[in-house]
């Protein structure tokens, strides 16, 4: 079974910190993705990665960054955090022209 | 721009009753599409897919889907839904140019009444 494992379920951080969510995956899968979930607004890509440190903007980049120093680990930056980045963040890796798999999603607080 | 559209954003059902869910998708060339379903307090699983052969896929749980191509859509149905079936639905459109990305549609809640 492929295995995509977020760092952390639950996350409550203060605005301006920075923070890092960490994701990997298991299966040696070439793309990984990072989505933020909303309520009405489904899943908006922010950042994804064909390669190791190869990175591609999303639909919402904007106040995120990432790093893809090892194919495995695909890890995403709120450089300063702000209150509206509370949302759910979902990792996802699949190999190409595939079916993407997730992981168990991080929601993040910021207050 | 390229837009997956999901028609009800909210579902109530009875158990048994029966469940179609529309997605429209605008995109004229090659596409794979997908259905993935979100239980509460679990992480999004993949329900079925289609890429090619024939548009009428089947998936876990006896959820099925047909892709109608001239109508750029795939519903997905089920003929008797259960309690169990209480979830997130989305479903997504890689256009084949695109290499990497999914096209999200906004998901729909579906309620089963037991």
């Known amino acids: 079974d492929v295995k995509v494992t977020q760092s952390s379920r639950y996350l409550v951080k203060r605005t301006g910190e920075k923070v890092f969510l960490e994701c990997v995956q298991d299966?040696?899968?070439?793309?990984m993705f990072w989505y933020r979930q909303d309520p009405g607004l489904g899943l908006r890509l922010i950042y994804f990665?064909?390669?190791?440190?190869?990175?591609e903007k999303g639909d919402i980049p904007e106040g995120y960054s990432v790093s893809r120093e090892k194919k495995e680990r695909f890890s995403l930056i709120l450089e300063s955090a702000s209150t509206n980045q509370t949302s759910m963040y979902l990792c996802a890796s699949r190999p190409v022209y595939n079916e993407q798999f997730f992981g168990p999603g991080t929601r993040l607080t910021v207050l | 721009a390229q837009s997956v559209s999901q028609h009800n954003h909210h579902v109530i059902l009875s158990e048994a009753a029966s469940l179609e869910l529309g997605c429209n998708y605008s995109?004229?060339?090659?596409?794979?599409l997908f259905w993935y379903v979100q239980y509460p307090g679990q992480h999004l699983q993949l329900l079925l897919k289609?890429?090619?052969?024939d548009p009428l896929v089947k998936g876990i749980k006896g959820f099925e889907a047909e892709f109608i191509k001239s109508k750029f859509s795939f519903n997905l149905r089920k003929p008797s839904v259960q309690w169990s079936d209480t979830a997130e639905y989305f479903c997504?459109?890689?256009?084949?140019?695109?290499?990497?990305?999914?096209?999200w549609g906004a998901g729909t809640k579906l309620i089963i009444k037991p």
């Open positions: 299966m040696d899968h070439e793309n």
């Open positions: 997504a459109v890689t256009p084949m140019d695109s290499n990497y990305q999914l096209i």
């Open positions: 289609y890429f090619s052969g």
């Open positions: 995109y004229g060339g090659t596409v794979n």
């Open positions: 990665s064909y390669d190791v440190k190869m990175k």
